[in-house]
């Protein structure tokens, strides 16, 4: 298989999402003011209920925020631009017709924009959140250390694969996008999703007892919170090995139910104008 086309795809979108430097920018600032707001939430409810046993230090549920802030462009909260656009316009039927595997074209597209537009913000919001607030005499409230080497080499690992499981996600968008030829339903569908079941919202090892197994187990949680919990050295049910394996797990039946619904929506597609 000639690779090149798709490296390529893959060239451009990065490209794509580095280019607008002052949406980067206020991007981080966004993110940077939610996720200080957030901490003065947890500071207040771990200091006035000191009783209450968390499965997460006051430190540790600081640092994840900061880290799901600085991951906050990585989830998949809609479909690849460029793929609403065509299904919008009718430009969808170049797709169709370049002599290319649509799978791995649109998934090297929705890859390098997730990375491309994480990569800047989270940059800058580990310098800010780590670094610079030890500088500033707040390394309490700051982002803390990963708990040892091997959970940073592990977390990396997870990382990738959280970036690669979302991209996956975002190819099951492409399609509904392709299907319903507008991207508002994929954005109405995986936005609050997203937020919510990613431990975006609240961090999901702060959940109660009884759906905490279930919000491990579901694709949102392999995106990001396994990736922050290897990292914080957060104890997973049964292991790191458990949570590396959800999240592969989750990017084969994702990728090979995909292929076969975008084959069958390939069939019966209908373009805008005709």
Known sequence: ??????????????????????????????????????????AAVYRHAPHVRAPMSLAQAMSYTWLQQALFRLLPI???????????????AFDLLRP??????????????????TFPRAALMILAAGPLAALCGLSDWGLAAP????????????????????????????????????????????????VLLSGMLLPLPLYPD????????????????????????????????TGLALQAGWIVALTVLGRFWLGRVVERLEVQGG
Do not use: E, H, K
């Not at 649509?102 to 924009?113: E, I, K, Q, R, V």
């Open 210 to 241: 009884w759906v905490r197994l279930a919000l491990l187990a579901q694709p949102f949680a392999g995106v990001s919170d396994i990736p922050i919990r290897i990292y914080l050295g957060v104890p997973i049910p049964g292991g790191i090995g």
């Open 100 to 117: 290319l595997n649509l799978w791995n074209w649109w998934y090297s597209a929705s890859f390098s924009w997730l990375a491309g537009s």
């Open 1 to 42: 298989m000639n690779i090149r086309p798709y490296l390529s795809a893959f060239s451009v979108q990065w490209r794509v999402g580095l280019r607008y430097r002052i949406a980067i920018f206020a991007g981080f600032a966004a993110q940077l003011w939610f996720g200080a707001i957030t901490l003065m939430a947890y």
């Open 78 to 92: 809609g479909c690849l631009p460029q793929v609403g656009d065509a299904a919008r316009t009718g430009a969808i």
């Open 147 to 194: 708990a040892s080497a091997s959970a940073l080499a592990m977390a990396l690992l997870s990382f990738l694969l959280g970036a690669a499981l979302s991209a996956t996600m975002v190819m099951w968008l492409n399609i509904l996008t392709a299907r319903t030829l507008s991207p508002r339903g994929s954005y109405a569908i995986a936005t609050p999703l997203a």
